[in-house]
């Protein structure tokens, strides 16, 4: 199975302030059709997830721009350029080019 | 809105069996594949399990196969999953989600609320 590594595990940001999670794959996740299919969620506290980016870059519907991703192959990074209250929570990576689709740890982001 | 709204989580004995059950609602269930993933306390996310639109493609997670069953009514928009043979290890809350219809492996879009099963004698 792929393994997914984020980093770091947990993000202590000051409101305002920038966040960046690493997320790195131990293959690549580059498809044969071309696309990467690297998707990061984000939990709340007592939430399920939801889907925040997906290959990649493309931001789902109603998802602030201030989240944005980026990477190819193997590394991946998800940032948020100016951390609200409401961006509390664990953000999960996940691919889902190779059989099965696995996880990272997640990185619990907090304010400190 | 798309809504999928699990049931069936409870408190069951090391060996027993529990079904739970996923009922979907705001989109054309028939036209896209399932996923169950679960998240055992204080711990991240696992794919349990996933089956497409007709019900003839299914795969399940090493850590489950040949004890979980995983199934849909597509008259009653409906997604289960047949939990058999349960251990301590099982014991997580389990998400119903739909896929998004572009990852060869594992697409998520949506998720449901989920649903708490916990093994325990």
């Known amino acids: 199975d792929v393994v997914m590594t984020q980093s770091p595990l947990s993000l202590p940001v000051t409101l305002g302030q920038p966040a960046s999670i690493s997320c790195r794959s131990s293959?690549?996740?580059?498809?044969?059709?071309?696309?990467?299919?690297l998707n990061w969620f984000q939990q709340r506290p007592g939430q399920s997830p939801r889907r925040l980016i997906y290959?990649?870059?493309t931001r789902d519907s109603g998802v602030p721009d201030r989240f944005s991703g980026s990477g190819s192959g193997t590394d991946f990074t998800l940032k948020i350029s100016r951390v609200e209250a409401e961006d509390v929570g664990i953000y999960y990576c996940?691919?889902?080019?190779?059989?099965?689709?696995?996880f990272g740890q997640g990185t619990k982001v907090e304010i400190k | 809105e798309v809504q999928l709204v699990e049931s069936g989580g409870g408190l069951v004995k090391p060996g027993g069996s529990l079904r739970l059950s996923c009922a979907a609602s705001?989109?054309?269930?028939?036209?896209?594949?399932m996923n169950w993933v679960r998240q055992a306390p204080g711990k991240g996310l696992e794919w349990v399990s996933s089956?497409?639109?007709?019900?003839?493609?299914?795969y399940y997670a090493e850590s489950v196969k040949g004890r979980f069953t995983i199934s849909r009514d597509n008259a009653k928009n409906s997604l289960y999953l047949q939990m058999t043979s349960l251990r301590v290890e099982d014991t997580a809350v389990y998400y119903c989600?739909?896929?998004?219809?572009?990852?060869?492996?594992?697409?998520?879009?949506?998720w449901g609320q989920g649903t708490l099963v916990t093994v325990s004698s």
């Open positions: 293959q690549s996740l580059v498809y044969r059709d071309g696309n990467t299919y």
């Open positions: 089956i497409n639109n007709r019900g003839s493609s299914i």
């Open positions: 705001g989109f054309t269930f028939n036209t896209y594949s």
């Open positions: 989600s739909r896929d998004d219809k572009m990852a060869p492996a594992l697409g998520i879009d949506y």
């Open positions: 996940m691919q889902g080019t190779h059989w099965p689709g696995t």
């Open positions: 290959k990649v870059s």
